[in-house]
């Protein structure tokens, strides 16, 4: 299955990630094991980046600031933190992340990979308990593995699944050691990028108030992205940042960049700080990265004295609910909330995918689609990613191609479409 689909995207891009790429055209004579490039390029739609603002731009104030940096700090200090200290631009970096975030203080990484991978088994041990949503992101699932921490796993969004395991762990402890866990660590997504749905986070906030454990919130894809004012899913659903331990994201969606962040009190970024191994064995954010994220993170938050970052946010949640609420009345299943960018089409069948993916890329759209072992052999599907960039025009040329390969492949399972018959979409 992985073959099939290697001649779609997976290739080099010969331009910025926005809403449109150029893509290096190329053919297969054996069945996508080689590829010959023929030379030429082809611009298509982009619905696969997740460039959710539109700052994956090489014009403009954040590319003009980024590439100032670079004069004046270089682009990297060559050593680690704890050898040689931070870059200027992390350091300003830092205090804003935890400014936007409404927390004491924020640490930057990097690598938004290891910034879960490698901080989780800074903050549980083997004699505590991590709670994991069914479908949170690999990053999340090995960083659990090297706590050495039990592990359990509940139901993806299911409150109810929740708080058995709580309730169960609590009043049984830790089987191993036959004594109480020393502490619980409920660990979940804002958005969860393969199923486009939002977490419940009043809910589990709720839960971890009545239970006393802690919660570890990974908004890589939510943050900068929902939100009156970008703050992700916290904003979202009104909740209080201080409720939530850990607040984790990173930079390489909404702001155009590289790396992670983690956000939350004095004592803990102290802590991650010391005992981090990214501190030891990694490098710091390379200045002109550090400073692209300031400069987009300044015009999100008005900064600048404009008001581009709160048209960016509106655009992004205007084009996610109109390409949605238009598939839906398409007859398409489509999974996730209405107000997420991340639009999962449901396909179900594996051998679907290629020639899905092949088919929309001649009809000049870039889409990806996603097949076991990252789905269930069953839930194949093509996955939109939307972007604040996106015009009207664009988006209503995506969905007249996807209505019509969806009629050439019988690909429209909903038995729903008729509650959208009537229904006027407005943009």
């Known amino acids: 299955m992985y073959m099939r689909v290697r001649d779609v995207f997976e290739r080099p891009i010969a331009s910025v990630p926005g809403a449109v790429v150029k893509i290096k055209d190329r053919i297969t004579q054996d069945y996508c094991w080689t590829f010959q490039f023929t030379g030429t390029e082809t611009e298509i739609i982009n619905t696969g980046s997740y460039n959710y603002l539109g700052f994956a731009e090489n014009k403009g104030p954040c590319a003009d600031a980024s590439a100032l940096s670079i004069d004046e700090y270089g682009l990297g200090t060559c050593s680690t933190i704890h050898e040689q200290g931070q870059s200027l631009p992390q350091y300003k970096l830092e205090k804003l992340v935890a400014q936007f975030l409404g927390v004491d203080e924020a640490i930057c990484f990097s690598m938004g990979f290891a910034t879960n991978s490698m901080n989780?088994?800074?903050?549980?041990?083997?004699?505590?308990?991590?709670?994991?949503?069914?479908?949170?992101?690999?990053?999340?699932?090995?960083?659990?593995?090297?706590?050495?921490?039990?592990?359990?796993?509940f139901k993806h969004n299911d409150m109810n699944d929740l708080e058995r395991i709580l309730r169960n762990a609590i009043a049984n402890g830790n089987p191993k050691t036959r004594r109480p866990y020393k502490k619980i660590l409920i660990i979940i997504e804002g958005i969860y990028s393969m199923e486009g749905s939002i977490c419940n986070l009043p809910a589990i906030i709720a839960l971890k108030k009545k239970y006393k454990c802690y919660l570890y919130l990974d908004e890589a894809h939510s943050i900068g992205a929902m939100g009156p004012t970008g703050r992700g899913v916290v904003e979202y659903w009104g909740c209080d940042p201080k409720d939530v331990d850990i607040m984790m994201g990173t930079f390489t969606k909404s702001f155009g960049a590289a790396g992670g962040y983690i956000g939350g009190t004095k004592a803990v970024i102290s802590h991650l700080r010391k005992s981090s191994p990214t501190g030891y064995y990694s490098m710091p954010m390379s200045p002109p990265v550090a400073q692209q994220i300031i400069e987009s993170m300044s015009i999100i938050m008005g900064k600048d004295g404009t008001i581009e970052g709160e048209k960016r946010i509106e655009q992004l949640a205007r084009n996610s609910r109109y390409f949605r609420r238009n598939l839906k009345k398409m007859g398409f299943i489509v999974y996730g909330s209405d107000d997420s960018p991340v639009v999962p089409i449901m396909l179900f069948f594996p051998a679907y995918c290629g020639v899905w993916g092949r088919e929309m890329l001649k009809r000049k759209i870039g889409i990806v689609v996603?097949?076991?072992?990252?789905?269930?052999?069953?839930?194949?599907?093509?996955?939109?990613?939307?972007?604040?960039?996106?015009?009207?025009?664009?988006?209503?040329k995506v969905l007249k191609e996807i209505d019509d390969f969806g009629n050439i492949t019988g690909a429209k399972w909903s038995r729903r479409a008729h509650l959208y018959k009537d229904i006027q979409i407005e943009y």
């Open 120 to 153: 989780a088994p800074c903050l549980v041990d083997k004699h505590g308990l991590i709670i994991s949503d069914e479908y949170n992101h690999a990053s999340l699932i090995l960083g659990c593995r090297l706590s050495g921490a039990s592990i359990k796993v």
């Open 370 to 396: 996603v097949s076991f072992p990252a789905t269930a052999m069953t839930e194949s599907r093509a996955r939109i990613c939307l972007s604040a960039a996106h015009t009207k025009e664009m988006l209503d």
